[in-house]
C-alpha cells in the first residue's frame, strides 16, 4: 500500500467511526458460538459474551427433513437437497439492471431523503454519473442509490466500494412473504433503548409474584413429586375465534415444566374453572404421555383445541435430542378426557393418533438435513410453536421455521438492498456498518427465520398436511429466532403475533444498547392482514408491540408474550407470559411461574400496552379479573432486594 493510499483509508476510516461509532469490544463472535446443549430453550437474555453464548446454544433448535410429496409445493421441492447444497455457493445476483429499475426501487424513499439534506460525514458535492461510473467501476444502479442517500463514491474506502458494488437492487423475493427489515428491527430496539411506554411491559409487583402451587407435583421423568419451573403455555382454544374454551365447566392449560436446571422438557396438562381467577386453585393432571420420559425426547410448545366429537387436538414439537441437537418436528396427538366433577378432577384416559406432522419440505422451510449440512454452531433453525387456526371450515397451523432453499440463508442475503429497508441513506448506513462488522456479516449470512403455515387435512381426529404454503413473515438476514407465532382474528382482519429476542439478531449494537439500558432485550412482534395467508403488514411500523421493561434476572422479568382474544372485545386481547428466568436466574427458590397477564389495546393497524394487570395464570378477561395489587407503579416496585442493579433505569426511577 502506498502513502497515498494509506491516507485515502485513514480518512475514510475516520469518517465511518464519526458516522456509525460502533463499539466492537462488545461484539459477540457468532461463528465461535458452541454447538447446542441438549435440552431445552435457554430463557435469559444475554449481558456478556457468555450469556449470549448459553443462549445461542440453547436455541439451536433443529428441523427434519421430510420432503414427502404431500402437497403441490412438496413436489416442486424434489431437487431441493442439490439446490439446498448450491446455496453457499451462489454468487451475487446481476446488479447491472436499468435506471428504471432502480428508480423503481427507490423512488419511495427519495423525497424524504433528499429532503434530509444531511451529509452523515460524506461529501454532498455533485458528480458526474457518466464518469464515476468509469471511476469506481460502480454499475448506474448503484450510482443512483448512492446520489439519493447523499453520499459521493470518492468518500468512500475501496473496502467499503468493494461491498458496495455487490449490492443487489433485484426483488429476491420468490414467494408472497412479508419482509421484516433491518430498518423494521432497528426500530423495536430503538423503542426498548428509549423505553416507550406505549410498547414497554408493565412493572409488577415483585412481592406479590409467587411459585404457581400447581406445578409441585409428580415429574415426567422421574415418576416424583418435585418442584417445577413453568414456562411456555397455551390454553385450550376455539380455532375459530381463539377464545379459550369452556371444556365441561373447566379452561384446560398445556404447558413445558421441569426440574430447575436439568435437561427435563415436558409438557403437561393443568386445568382450572372456567372464570376462576385464584392462581391456588390450578391443578395438574400430570404429563401429555405419562411417566418414565426420557430427557433425550422431549415436547416443547404448541397449541390446543377441542374436535367435534368433544375430544381435544394438541399440536406440539416432538423433539429429539440424540445428536446433541434440538431436532424438532411438528406433531400431534388426539386426547380424551375424563372429567369428574364430584371429586373436581380431569384426568387423561385415551390417546391416539400420535404422529409427526411436519418436519421442513426442504424448499419453503429448512429441513434438518439442510441445516446440519452447513451450521458452524451459530446458525438457529426451528421447527415449532405450531399454533392451530381455523378459517373457512379448513384448519391451518402457524409455526416458527426457517427458511429453505427458495429463499435461503447465505451472504448473498447481505447484499440484498431490499432486506435493509428505511431510506436509502439508513439502508446504506446500516449497510456498510453490517458488512464493516465480522460478527454482523456473520449473523447477516445465517438469518432465515421465518413464519410459516401449512394446511391440513380435514381429519381433525388424525390430520396430515394437505398444503405447504410460503411463510407469512421471513425476516432474512436480520433475525435467525422469532418464535411462538399465534393469529387472533379480530374485526375482519388476522393479527399475527411473535416473540423473539434481539440478539438473535444482526445488530449487535443495538440489542446490546438494549442490555446495558434494560438488562434485557426481549419483544413481542405483530403483524396484521386482511388474508390469513399473505398480506401482513408490520403494526405500529415496525412490528414492536412489546418490549423489555426489567433485567432478565429479576424475578418480574416475562418472556414468551402469547395473545389470546376476550370474549366480547374487539379493541384489546390479553396477553400471557411466564415470570422469572429459568434455572433460578433471579436467585433461589425463585422457580419461573405464571406472570399475571395485561391487556394490549388495538386500533387498526396500531397498539398500546394497558396499565392492567390480572392475577398470575389468568387466561379469561372478565370484570373480576383486575389486580390493581399486581402493578408497580415504578420500575423500584418491580425490584426484589439482593437483585442485580447496574443499569440506569433503577438509578433513575
Known amino acids: 500500500m502506498n502513502k497515498r493510499s494509506t491516507l485515502v483509508t485513514f480518512a475514510s476510516a475516520a469518517v465511518l467511526l464519526g458516522l456509525f461509532n460502533i463499539n466492537n469490544s462488545l461484539t459477540v463472535k457468532a461463528d465461535t458460538v458452541e454447538q447446542p446443549a441438549v435440552g431445552q430453550r435457554n430463557t435469559q437474555a444475554a449481558t456478556t459474551n457468555d450469556q449470549n453464548q448459553a443462549q445461542t446454544n440453547q436455541n439451536n433448535d433443529v428441523a427434519t427433513d421430510q ?23 451462489t454468487g451475487v445476483a ?45 454499475d448506474p444502479q448503484t450510482i443512483r442509490v448512492l446520489q439519493t442517500a447523499d453520499v459521493n463514491p470518492k468518500d468512500l474506502t475501496e473496502v467499503q466500494l468493494k461491498e458496495v458494488r455487490k ?7 420468490k414467494d408472497t412473504s412479508t419482509r421484516w427489515t433491518y430498518d423494521q428491527y432497528a426500530g423495536v430496539a430503538k423503542k426498548m433503548i428509549d423505553q416507550d411506554a406505549q410498547y414497554r411491559v408493565p412493572y409488577f409487583n415483585a412481592k406479590k409474584i409467587k411459585n404457581m402451587p400447581a406445578t409441585v407435583t409428580r415429574d415426567a421423568q422421574t415418576g416424583k413429586v418435585a418442584e417445577l419451573e413453568i414456562w ?90 440424540r445428536e446433541n441437537t434440538n431436532h424438532q418436528k411438528i406433531a400431534t396427538v388426539n386426547l380424551k ?32 438435513k439442510q441445516w446440519k449440512s452447513t451450521n458452524k454452531g451459530a446458525d438457529n433453525v426451528a421447527m415449532r410453536d405450531a399454533h392451530v387456526i381455523s378459517v373457512g371450515g379448513q384448519r391451518y397451523l402457524i409455526f416458527e421455521a426457517s427458511t429453505g432453499s427458495n429463499n435461503y440463508q447465505g451472504e448473498n442475503q447481505v447484499y440484498n438492498w431490499k432486506n435493509y429497508g428505511g431510506t436509502p441513506k439508513q439502508a446504506l448506513q446500516n449497510f456498510l456498518k453490517v458488512t464493516a462488522n465480522d460478527d454482523m456479516r456473520s449473523r447477516a449470512t445465517w438469518a432465515n427465520a421465518a413464519i410459516g403455515i401449512i394446511r391440513l387435512t380435514k381429519n381433525e381426529n388424525n390430520p396430515k398436511v394437505a398444503e405447504v404454503l410460503p411463510p407469512l413473515v421471513n425476516s432474512l438476514m436480520v433475525s435467525d429466532e422469532i418464535e411462538r407465532p399465534n393469529i ?25 444498547q438494549a442490555d446495558a439500558k434494560v438488562g434485557d432485550n426481549v419483544a413481542m412482534l405483530g403483524w396484521v392482514s386482511d388474508h390469513l395467508t399473505y398480506g401482513y403488514k408490520p403494526l405500529n411500523g415496525d412490528a414492536a408491540v412489546l418490549v423489555a421493561s426489567v433485567p432478565f434476572n429479576w424475578r418480574t422479568s416475562t418472556y414468551s408474550y402469547y395473545a389470546v382474544p376476550i370474549k366480547g372485545n374487539k379493541k384489546e386481547v390479553l396477553v400471557t407470559s411466564y415470570m422469572t428466568n429459568r434455572g433460578f436466574a433471579s436467585g433461589p427458590n425463585k422457580r419461573s411461574t405464571m406472570a399475571p397477564a ?5 386500533d387498526g393497524d396500531t397498539t398500546k400496552v394497558e396499565n392492567i394487570a390480572t392475577a398470575q395464570g389468568d387466561w379469561v378477561y372478565d370484570k373480576k379479573s383486575k389486580r390493581k395489587s399486581m402493578i408497580a407503579k415504578t420500575i423500584r416496585g418491580a425490584h426484589l432486594k439482593g437483585e442485580p442493579i447496574d443499569h440506569s433505569l433503577l438509578e433513575k426511577a
Open 67 to 89: 420432503a414427502q410429496g404431500q402437497t403441490t409445493q412438496n413436489n416442486t421441492a424434489t431437487n431441493t437437497t442439490n439446490n439446498t447444497n448450491n446455496q453457499n455457493n
Open 94 to 138: 446481476d446488479t447491472t439492471n436499468t435506471d428504471q429499475n432502480t428508480q423503481n426501487q427507490v423512488a419511495g424513499d427519495t423525497t424524504q431523503s433528499t429532503s434530509d439534506n444531511v451529509s452523515n460525514g460524506f461529501s454532498n458535492t455533485s458528480y458526474s454519473q457518466n464518469n464515476d461510473a468509469a471511476v469506481y467501476k460502480l
Open 167 to 173: 449490492l443487489n437492487f433485484n426483488d429476491l423475493d
Open 232 to 321: 411456555d403455555s397455551w390454553p385450550v382454544q376455539d380455532a375459530k375465534t381463539g377464545r379459550v374454551v369452556n371444556y365441561k365447566g373447566y379452561q384446560l392449560m398445556i404447558a413445558m415444566m421441569g426440574i430447575p436446571n436439568q435437561n427435563d422438557a415436558h409438557i403437561y396438562l393443568l386445568y382450572n374453572k372456567y372464570n376462576d381467577n385464584n392462581f391456588n386453585h390450578w391443578k395438574c393432571a400430570g404429563p401429555i404421555f405419562g411417566f418414565n420420559a426420557k430427557p433425550t425426547d422431549q415436547e416443547w410448545s404448541g397449541s390446543a383445541t377441542v374436535n367435534k366429537d368433544g375430544s381435544i387436538q394438541l399440536f406440539y414439537a416432538d423433539v429429539d435430542t
Open 337 to 368: 378426557l375424563k372429567v369428574n366433577k364430584k371429586k373436581n378432577t380431569i384426568s387423561i384416559a385415551k390417546r391416539s393418533h400420535r404422529h409427526v406432522l411436519f418436519e421442513g419440505d426442504g424448499y419453503h422451510y429448512q429441513t434438518y
Open 488 to 512: 387472533i382474528p379480530m374485526n375482519g382482519k388476522y393479527y399475527l403475533f411473535a416473540t423473539t429476542r434481539l440478539n438473535r439478531g444482526t445488530g449487535d449494537d443495538l440489542w446490546q
Open 598 to 602: 395485561f391487556l394490549v389495546r388495538i
